[in-house]
């Protein structure tokens, strides 16, 4: 089945900082998303994003789906930003979503 | 209902007990999936129904493991003789169409087996 990896694992930010998280997947997707689970567990949808590039306020995200991977941008980070974000992939069919081990992200003020 | 329903949120089980737990999809929601999280892990697939049908259970653990969906809405999670290792959240999910699309998580049941 498909294999997904997220990088840097652990992430520490100071408030007001941008950064990149990475996604890489093993096969063509025909549906990739990003979560954000925040302190509660609770697995917030941010991105449904199979190709292209999209936005919504301070967090974008980008698939190039021909080169197996895809970004999610944080701008402007800010406390309530902390917590697990994780990409999951799924390939074709009626295959499961595969979730990749996540990146924490601890944003300090 | 406006978003994906489980219940209970908190469970706490000895070990050997039988538990059940619920999930109610968002109305109209073709596809619905069960993931177990372990502490510190991502979620991982248990199994996967479409409408009344369950057409992968490739991810259950054990034959402990049991899920249903007999009107193709509500579905439960049935877990026989729990043991430690079966402590986890387990979070479940729908999604509008059979084949793709997007996925849409409830808040989880945190079971804990002592």
């Known amino acids: 089945g498909i294999q997904v990896e997220q990088s840097p694992p652990d992430l520490i930010l100071q408030e007001g900082a941008n950064s990149t998280l990475r996604c890489n997947f093993s096969?063509?997707?025909?549906?990739l998303q990003w979560f954000h689970q925040n302190p509660w567990g609770q697995l917030i949808n941010l991105f449904y994003i199979p190709s292209g590039t999209k936005q919504n306020g301070r967090l974008s995200a980008t698939t190039v789906a021909t080169e197996r991977y895809s970004l999610l941008y944080i701008s402007s980070s800010q406390t309530t930003d902390s917590g697990v974000y994780f990409c999951?992939?799924?390939?074709?069919?009626?295959?499961?979503?595969?979730f990749g081990k996540g990146t924490r992200l601890s944003v300090i003020a | 209902g406006a978003g994906v329903s489980q219940s209970p949120r908190y469970k706490v089980a000895k070990r050997g007990q039988d538990v059940a737990l619920r999930c109610d999809p968002i109305s109209g929601h073709v596809s619905l999936f069960w993931y177990q999280q372990a502490l510190g892990q991502g979620p991982e697939f248990l199994t996967y129904?479409?409408?009344?049908?369950?057409?992968?259970k490739s991810g259950l653990p054990s034959d402990r493991f049991f899920a249903e969906r007999p009107e193709g809405s509500v579905s439960t999670l049935k877990i026989q003789r729990t043991q430690q290792e079966d402590s986890a959240v387990y979070l479940c999910?729908?999604?509008?169409?059979?084949?793709?699309?997007?996925?849409?998580f409830g808040e989880g049941s945190r079971l804990t087996v002592l």
């Open positions: 999910a729908s999604r509008l169409t059979g084949v793709t699309g997007e996925l849409f």
């Open positions: 999951a992939a799924h390939s074709t069919g009626n295959t499961p979503l595969v």
């Open positions: 129904f479409q409408n009344e049908a369950q057409l992968d």
């Open positions: 096969d063509s997707v025909n549906n």
